[in-house]
Nanobody, 125 residues
Framework: QKQLVESGGGLVQPGGSLRLSCAAS????????IAWFRQAPGKARERVAA????????NYADSVKGRFTISRDNSENTVALQMNSLQPENTAVYYC??????????????????WGQGTQVTVSS
């Protein structure tokens, strides 16, 4: 069974950091682009960051550039999202998603074929 599983979420104070991980089972991520999406209550789902299958191309939402870093380790079949300088507005459920890498990092949630269950990130003092 093809699955993605997120981990690493939790409660952090403003200014703190978290590292999220997305692990694949049942298939290899080598040829898949991976993105992190987030969704807060009352807000649309937003693509936060994306990375190509080979790890050479990345995209970030403007709001997280310089603070978040996406990376992957295809030998371990995982993708990570390092989140620094977290603020309350970053509170959301964060999802890992994948689509086959045909040469573009697709922008919409509808374009992604495989999804994890989500992990809650709460930034609060």
């Amino acid at each position: 069974q093809k699955q993605l599983v997120e981990s690493g979420g939790g409660l952090v104070q403003p200014g703190g950091s978290l590292r999220l991980s997305c692990a694949a089972s049942g298939f290899s991520l080598e040829h898949y682009a991976i993105a992190w999406f987030r969704q807060a209550p009352g807000k649309a789902r937003e693509r936060v960051a994306a990375i190509s299958g080979g790890g050479t191309i990345t995209n970030y939402a403007d709001s997280v550039k310089g603070r978040f870093t996406i990376s992957r380790d295809n030998s371990e079949n995982t993708v990570a999202l390092q989140m620094n300088s977290l603020q309350p507005e970053n509170t959301a459920v964060y999802y890992c998603a994948a689509h086959f890498d045909g040469g573009q990092l697709l922008p919409r949630s509808e374009d992604y074929n495989y999804w994890g269950q989500g992990t809650q990130v709460t930034v609060s003092s």
